[in-house]
């Protein structure tokens, strides 16, 4: 039976990283290996970049899978039934399992929400939320014992944050969503991983800021943060936060009120946009 590793948001940033990694976990003996790695996102050109390095990559090794790009936009409903057609002509062609999911697509949006594009915001719920909703119920029926879910939430998630309010409600969703299905899933012997990082070095910030803000502000690297998460998705954790300050925010948010959080986030944390 053919097994496949599939990572959406693949063309840039940590989709790209967690392209290259899965492929060559795979290939290096710590997991049964895969057939496939297909990788998933909207920029054809940018997919095909990530194709190729992982293509250089697999030059001195052995057994690594064979990509497919799928130039697909994800978002919302449509993007999801998009997406399940896709699973629907693999079964067409033969059995298959998903050994590895990663939702990793998304993105946000800077500012406070009365001032910024109601229907862009939108857009993110639909993208950030309904589509990696979808796409893991679609993918669910091909997985099998052993199987991982890696799903990209954020810090963000732990508390309401002003000038960042749809973004960190979208984020405490996939959090809230990936550990109740780490534990409906526990018996099947199927593991989910949330990815909480905080700032991490992407071009997040400039899509975020509509190109304000160029670069993430203290932003750290996006392949040890990835390193670690697979790290962790493959040990069954629930959750993975490389750096120590990201840990400790994240515990620290316990002790404050989610309306002082809000409040603080929102009159000191400004975060521009255009």
């Given amino acids: 039976m053919k097994r496949i590793i599939i990572v959406t948001g693949a063309s ?37 970049e990530t194709k190729g390095l992982i293509e250089e990559d697999a030059k001195n090794h052995e057994h690594y899978p064979a990509v497919k790009v799928i130039p697909l936009d994800i978002s ?10 896709h699973l629907d002509r693999e079964t067409a062609s033969g059995e298959f399992e998903v050994s590895v999911l990663v939702n990793n697509a998304g993105f946000g949006t800077y500012g406070e929400f009365a ?22 119920g679609f993918c669910l029926p091909y997985m099998r014992q052993g199987g991982r879910i890696i799903n990209t939430a954020s810090l963000a998630s732990f508390m309401p944050l ?4 749809v973004y960190g409600a ?5 959090l809230s969503f990936s550990i109740a299905l780490a534990a409906e899933l526990s018996q ?13 070095s992407t071009e997040f910030a400039n899509v975020a800021s509509k190109g304000a803000r160029k670069e993430v502000r203290h932003g750290l ?14 040990k069954g954790r629930h959750y993975s936060m490389w750096a120590f300050k990201w840990k400790f925010k ?7 009120g989610r309306y002082a959080g809000a409040w603080f986030t929102w009159k000191y944390c400004k975060r521009p946009s255009n």
Wanted: net charge neutral; charged share 25%; aromatic share 6%.
């Fill in 12 to 48: 840039s940033g940590m989709g790209v990283c967690f392209a290259r990694q899965l492929a060559e976990e795979s290939a290096g003996g710590k997991v049964i290996p895969s057939d496939e790695i297909w990788i998933v996102a909207r920029r054809e050109d940018r997919l095909l």
């Fill in 76 to 85: 919302g409903k449509s993007g999801a039934l998009a997406f399940r057609e």
């Fill in 115 to 136: 001032s910024t594009d109601t229907e862009r915001e939108m857009d993110m719920v639909d993208l950030d939320c309904t589509s990696l909703t979808g796409i893991t």
């Fill in 162 to 165: 002003g000038n960042f309010a």
């Fill in 170 to 174: 979208c984020k405490a969703y996939v």
């Fill in 188 to 200: 099947k012997g199927i593991s989910v991983t949330a990815l909480c990082p905080g700032p991490v």
């Fill in 221 to 234: 690297s996006p392949e040890k943060t990835v390193a670690h998460c697979i790290k962790s998705s493959r």
């Fill in 250 to 256: 994240a515990f620290a948010s316990r002790f404050i």
